[in-house]
T-cell receptor, first 120, second 111 residues
Framework: GAVVSQHPSRVICKSGTSVKIECRSL??????MFWYRQFPKKSLMLMAT?????????EQGVEKDKFLINHASLTLSTLTVTSAHPEDSSFYIC????????????????FGAGSRLTVL | SQQGEEDPQALSIQEGENATMNCSYK?????LQWYRQNSGRGLVHLIL???NEREKHSGRLRVTLDTSKKSSSLLITASRAADTASYFC???????????WGAGTKLIIKP
């Protein structure tokens, strides 16, 4: 089945530094990947939609310059949290949908395992 | 953005009992999906039900859909400790595969 690999699973950084999170589709091509942020005991908050070869589409309230998304290939999207601050500490999750072979022809997403970011 | 609301927010039952979670949505849908999230992990797709379907089974999972009430339910029969997780419903927003998520139900199965 479709597998999405997300790295790192945990990262601790100092305030002011930048952190990059990678999301790779291992056995399928994904023209679209999604980045979410999840607060404790809360649902997923969609941050942006990452489109291969074009600029990401950000949700309202998400700072583009703060959360840089690059989707350079059909199997890789990256999220860079720039100049991280303690309030950026959160659980970040990516997801992707295969270009072909979707479940029952519908848009079912495959998720990465998530990345726990802690900014000191 | 979220259009789904799930209840209960939390559910704690004994192993072996059945667990029922409900999801309500606001707009018309083509399909509704249920996902599971183990603590600190990503989500896993469980089951999809289309708008023209009323009930669907997958192993110990049973999903119903009532489009007139804009609601869906997920039933887990003969629960196991390993079923302890958060369960989310989601429906596609548009052809770009974007899903709109419910708030989730945290299910705890007590041994």
């Amino acid at each position: 089945g479709a597998v999405v690999s997300q790295h790192p699973s945990r990262v601790i950084c100092k305030s002011g530094t930048s952190v990059k999170i990678e999301c790779r589709s291992l056995d399928f091509q994904a023209t679209t990947m999604f980045w979410y942020r999840q607060f404790p005991k809360k649902s997923l908050m969609l941050m942006a939609t990452s489109n291969e070869g074009s600029k990401a589409t950000y949700e309202q309230g998400v700072e583009k310059d703060k959360f840089l998304i690059n989707h350079a290939s059909l199997t890789l999207s990256t999220l860079t949290v720039t100049s991280a601050h303690p309030e950026d500490s959160s659980f970040y999750i990516c997801s992707a949908s295969p270009k072909t072979g979707r479940v029952s022809g519908a848009n079912v997403l495959t998720f990465g395992a998530g990345s726990r970011l802690t900014v000191l | 953005s979220q259009q789904g609301e799930e209840d209960p927010q939390a559910l704690s039952i004994q192993e072996g009992e059945n667990a029922t979670m409900n999801c309500s949505y606001k707009t018309s849908i083509n399909n509704l999906q249920w996902y599971r999230q183990n603590s600190g992990r990503g989500l896993v797709h469980l089951i999809l039900i289309r708008s023209n379907e009323r009930e669907k089974h997958s192993g110990r999972l049973r999903v119903t859909l009532d489009t007139s009430k804009k609601s869906s339910s997920l039933l887990i029969t003969a629960s196991r400790a390993a079923d302890t997780a958060s369960y989310f419903c989601a429906s596609p927003m548009d052809s770009n595969y974007q899903l709109i998520w419910g708030a989730g139900t945290k299910l705890i199965i007590k041994p």
